[in-house]
């Protein structure tokens, strides 16, 4: 199943500048490992040995995959994941 994947700008040097790509899976987890495949070094920028990195959010559409089945949370053809860096400061 082919979905689209939204690049953050700090990701697109492993993308080759492209601010959208498409990736295949049925699952967040599988997206993810496709992604690796093709563009070698975005899991480490997005996962950690516990899951999505801290600082890093993946949201399905709207929702964030946190708040449905992290990973495991199934993908549809034709829907986007994005991938956005969370912003901190003070």
Known sequence: MSISVRIPTPLRTLTAGQDEVTAEGTTVA???ADLEARFPGVRDRLLDEKGVRRFVNLFLGDEDIRFL????????????L???PAIAGG
């Open 82 to 84: 994005t991938i956005v």
């Open 69 to 80: 089945e992290g990973l495991s949370t199934s993908v549809k053809p034709g829907e986007t």
């Open 30 to 32: 599988e997206v993810v």
